[in-house]
């Protein structure tokens, strides 16, 4: 079987844009690949963190991952920092990538930027972090949202370059594809269209999080961004909220694009609002029992959380061991 990798940070609370460009995903295909899905721990601290809340939200992201579907029948489940070859093999792949292709990506531009004079290094080579956690497993697919495109493509000019310059005859790393899905890979905020839903958006109304009580959940599709227009239309550039409320009803429904167009078209925001509130209370509420489930037994958490450690801990391994080898290394005696 074909393997995929893929993971979220545990970095706040997840939303609908990470559940539905990402996990929905991961569940859909699950049974035709053998899968390692991991916490991403490493990366959470690139931004500053709070190591209050660290262990507890790793927790919740796993917990999540069960409750949305993974199966382990399929999949493995792991936290990144239980495997230290992902940081290992990170410096290894660090002094090989260019300082300009990390320069040049859109994420460590904007979150640079938004963190002003306070930027650690690791925000920098965030990318050469996650194209460790990808080529140690030998992926062939990388199932995720669209922000994350840019960042698979420099983890294959990585895999060349080093294949390239040190695996010539018999190449090491394997190139992954991307896996991006057309519907929901980016899923904008609910108070700008034009922006996606995001972790890190200071305000809680731009975001429906997956565990939003319903009252919560009621509250912020009322109080979303819409406009004056009458009727409801998918893909019109001027009025991106309007396609994005589509979108979700239409994923969160399960409904087709023509459905909901039969559906929406002659609706106002009035009447299609509590659609879309019902919906998503629905949608989410077989998640949110699922995680109650899961969280009461700790104790099975943390059993699902050293097996997914020891199947991912001995592929990864014998990669790093490669690499090194590959890059001249002398073996321990
Ligand atoms: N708005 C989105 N639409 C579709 N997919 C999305 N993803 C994130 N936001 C959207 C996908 O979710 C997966 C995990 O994301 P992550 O937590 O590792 O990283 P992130 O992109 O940093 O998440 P956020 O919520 O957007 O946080 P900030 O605010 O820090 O930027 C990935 O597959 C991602 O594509």
Redesign the pocket.
Known sequence: KQRVL????P?GNL?L??Y???IRNWVEIQDQYENFFCV?DL?AIT?PHNPATLAADTYTIAALYLACGIDLQHSHIFVQSHVSAHSELCWLLNCITPLNWLQDMIQFKEKALKQGENVGAGLLTYPVLMSADILLYQADKVP?????KQHLELARDIVNRFNHQFAKDKPVLKLPDPLIRKE?????SLTDGTK??????PSELSRINVLDPPDQIANKIKRCKTDPVRGLTFDDVDRPECNNLLTLYMLLSGKTKEAVVAECADMGWGQFKPLLTETAINALKPIQDKYQEVMAEKGYLESVLRDGREKAEAIANQTLADVKAALGYTVPL
């Open positions: 893929s993971g979220v940070q970095t939303h844009g990470n539905l460009g990402a991403v990366h931004v995720v949202g669209e922000d994350q929901g890979a980016r899923v904008m996606k839903m995001s972790k890190s958006d």
